[in-house]
């Protein structure tokens, strides 16, 4: 799942935890999880890869290196 710096250090801004404390770090990612915004994996057939190259994922990072 996606997690940003600006989201990490609003949520220890929020609850006074370390930004460099893995327990933290787990527990904000756990937060976001628990508001839905974890995204599957692997990326829905035919979707953008999330790496941000709007190729295919199969295409893209999904795609076997040989
Ligand atoms: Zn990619």
Same mark, same amino acid.
């Given at each position: ?9 609003? +949520?220890?801004?929020?609850? #006074? ?18 508001? #839905?915004?974890?995204?599957?994996? =692997? =990326? ?12 295919? +994922?199969?295409?893209?990072? #999904?795609?076997?290196?040989?």
């Amino acid at each position: 799942m996606p997690l940003t710096v600006a989201e990490l250090l609003d +949520y220890t801004t929020r609850t #006074g935890g370390d930004p460099t404390d893995s327990d933290t770090r787990l527990a904000c990612i756990n937060e976001i999880i628990a508001e #839905g915004h974890a995204i599957s994996w =692997p =990326p829905p057939r035919n979707a953008p890869c999330w790496c941000g190259s709007t190729i295919e +994922y199969k295409k893209c990072c #999904g795609r076997p290196t040989t």
